[in-house]
């Protein structure tokens, strides 16, 4: 049998700051995400359940924190390779102002689900 180690994730391990609503934007898309979701899917993110987490969202600083999510490029590193990425492609704002409509680089979608199971299992081998 072989030994695992298990290290931090990926996009948890970047050097970045993220606000509270980032924080909260990134968590519920991580819930919507499936292993078998074809790559250009939508993920939809309820605004109302965004305001539970973090109190009222002015519609300014939603785009500000989705803008940021968008901009912020990651530099993932596996196995002397480096993945440069976005988390998010694309993100839309419905006409009633009740959801996101988001879409992820089909490259960063492993991350994400990582991420949702909280760490990346690694051989003993490729993390020593």
Same mark, same amino acid.
């Given at each position: 049998m072989e030994k695992q180690l298990?290290?931090?994730?990926?996009?948890?391990e970047a050097h970045? @700051? +993220? /606000?509270?609503? @980032?924080?909260?934007?990134? *968590? +519920?898309?991580?819930? @919507?995400?499936?292993? =078998? =979701?074809?790559? &250009?899917? @939508?993920?939809?993110?309820?605004?109302?359940?965004l305001e539970k987490a973090v109190g009222r969202i002015e519609r300014k600083e939603l785009e500000t924190a989705t803008k940021n999510l968008i901009r912020r490029s990651y530099h993932i590193k596996d196995n002397?390779?480096?993945?440069?990425? /976005?988390? +998010?492609?694309v993100v839309g *704002? =419905?006409?009633? &102002?009740?959801?996101?409509?988001?879409k992820i680089s089909p490259n960063i979608l492993p991350y994400f689900l990582a991420l949702r199971n909280k760490t990346t299992p690694n051989s003993n081998s490729t993390s020593l």
């Open positions: 298990i290290q931090h994730n990926a996009i948890t970045y @700051e +993220m /606000s509270a609503l @980032e924080k909260n934007i990134v *968590y +519920m898309l991580t819930r @919507e995400l499936k292993e =078998d =979701d074809p790559p &250009g899917k @939508e993920y939809v993110v309820a605004l109302a359940d002397g390779d480096t993945l440069i990425v /976005s988390l +998010m492609t *704002y =419905d006409a009633t &102002g009740k959801e996101l409509r988001i």
